[in-house]
C-alpha cells in the first residue's frame, strides 16, 4: 500500500515508473472529489502466495480498481476491474510515435484520468 484514502472511490494498481502516474492522479482526482488509493504488486507470484486475508486487505471488494501499466496490461486483468495501458489504446501507435507515450507525457496522464472515470462509471 502506497496511498491509503479512507472511504475510497478507486484503487490505483501499478508497479514500477507508473508508480509515480498513480501518485499525480490522487492529486487530480482529488480535485474532482474522488478519493483513491495507490497500491503497487511488483510481483504477481509473491503477491498471490499471500494469505486471501492478506490479499483483500490489498485490493478490498467492494472498491472499484484500474491497473496502470505503459505498455502491456497482460496480467493485470487478474487483479484489476479495468486495465489502462498501450496495447487497450493500440490504435494511438497508428497516430502518434511510441515517444509521445512516454509515462511522464501529458497525453498519458490525460488518457489514464479519463479510463478511472470509466472505471468509476462502469464503463469498463
Known amino acids: 500500500m502506497l496511498h491509503e484514502q479512507e472511504g475510497a ?20 482526482l482529488a480535485k474532482q472529489n474522488i478519493k483513491a488509493r495507490v497500491v503497487s504488486i511488483p ?13 483483500l486487505s490489498v485490493l478490498p471488494d467492494g472498491i472499484p ?6 505498455m502491456s496490461t497482460m496480467g493485470w486483468e487478474r487483479y484489476a476491474h479495468e486495465q489502462f495501458g498501450l496495447n487497450r489504446k493500440c490504435y494511438l501507435f497508428i497516430i502518434l510515435p511510441l515517444s509521445r507515450f512516454h509515462a511522464n ?12 472515470q470509466g472505471c468509476l462509471q462502469g464503463k469498463f
Open 9 to 28: 472511490d478507486i484503487t490505483l494498481i501499478s508497479t514500477g515508473s507508473e508508480v509515480c502516474i498513480c501518485i499525480d492522479a490522487v492529486k487530480e
Open 43 to 55: 510481483c504477481f507470484e509473491v503477491f498471490d502466495a499471500q494469505s486471501k486475508d492478506y490479499r
Open 105 to 116: 507525457s501529458r497525453f498519458f496522464r490525460i488518457r489514464c484520468f479519463r479510463s478511472v
Open 65 to 70: 480498481s484500474l491497473s496502470v501499466e505503459v
